[in-house]
């Protein structure tokens, strides 16, 4: 099974700042990664799938990048609407794994 | 639109048995994968398995291989997470997501809203 570690586990930021969030997998996953963003309360919403390709419904401001085994999610600009909890997921093998999770908040 | 719809919460003892279901809409059932994932109370997603709407081929976590099945019904586009005996561990949120792998290589790109599963004594 492959083991995904997301760093780091909480991340503070001011409205307009940048946020890098980090994803590594145990093993090589190509570019079968995607980033999830879940707000309290919701279902998980599918962000970023092919490491860099973002999903219907969300803004520029949002892009992933990396391969193989080292992965990052990057919010240009964050906004208050972006607190949320990010979780990076592999699906290049089975079965399919989750990173814990990173916890973005606004300051 | 692309709709899945999750049964309502339940709640039962440790022993019983549950099947939970995922009604999807707006899309070709049989040519997208169904998966499932759980929440635990205040916890991160886990993956707990998927299932191919044509074929049934179906994959697992370990963690809860044998504890857990998946099933699907084609001919009402529904897919189904059973338990044939409810430990307290299994008491979470659990959803049910459209993995939209073989045409657009997208995986779990539409979500139910979850149904809160809660198991005590």
């Known amino acids: 099974e492959i083991v995904m570690t997301q760093s780091p586990a909480t991340l503070s930021v001011s409205p307009g700042e940048r946020a890098s969030l980090s994803c590594r997998a145990s093993?090589?996953?190509?570019?079968?990664l995607a980033w999830y963003q879940q707000k309290p309360g919701q279902a998980p919403r599918l962000l970023i799938y092919?490491?860099?390709a973002r999903a219907t419904g969300f803004p520029a401001t949002f892009s992933g990048s990396g391969s193989e085994t080292e992965f990052t999610l990057t919010i240009s600009s964050l906004q208050f609407e972006d607190s949320a909890v990010y979780y990076c997921?592999?699906?290049?093998?089975?079965?399919?794994?989750f990173g814990q999770g990173t916890k973005v908040e606004i300051k | 639109e692309v709709q899945l719809v999750q049964s309502g919460a339940e709640v039962k003892k440790p022993g019983e048995s549950l099947r939970i279901s995922c009604t999807t809409s707006?899309?070709?059932?049989?040519?997208?994968?169904i998966a499932w994932v759980r929440q635990r109370p205040g916890k991160g997603l886990e993956w707990i398995g998927i299932?191919?709407?044509?074929?049934?081929?179906?994959r697992y976590s370990p963690s809860v291989q044998g504890q857990v099945s998946i099933s699907v019904d084609k001919s009402i586009s529904t897919a189904y997470l059973h338990w044939g005996s409810l430990q307290a561990s299994d008491s979470g949120i659990y959803f049910c997501?459209?993995?939209?792998?073989?045409?657009?290589?997208?995986?779990?790109?539409?979500w139910g809203k979850g149904t809160t599963v809660t198991v005590s004594s």
């Open positions: 997501a459209r993995a939209d792998i073989v045409a657009a290589g997208k995986p779990m790109d539409v």
């Open positions: 707006g899309y070709s059932f049989h040519t997208h994968w």
């Open positions: 299932m191919y709407g044509s074929d049934s081929d179906t």
């Open positions: 093993q090589a996953v190509s570019t079968n």
């Open positions: 092919a490491a860099s």
């Open positions: 997921q592999q699906y290049n093998h089975w079965p399919w794994t």
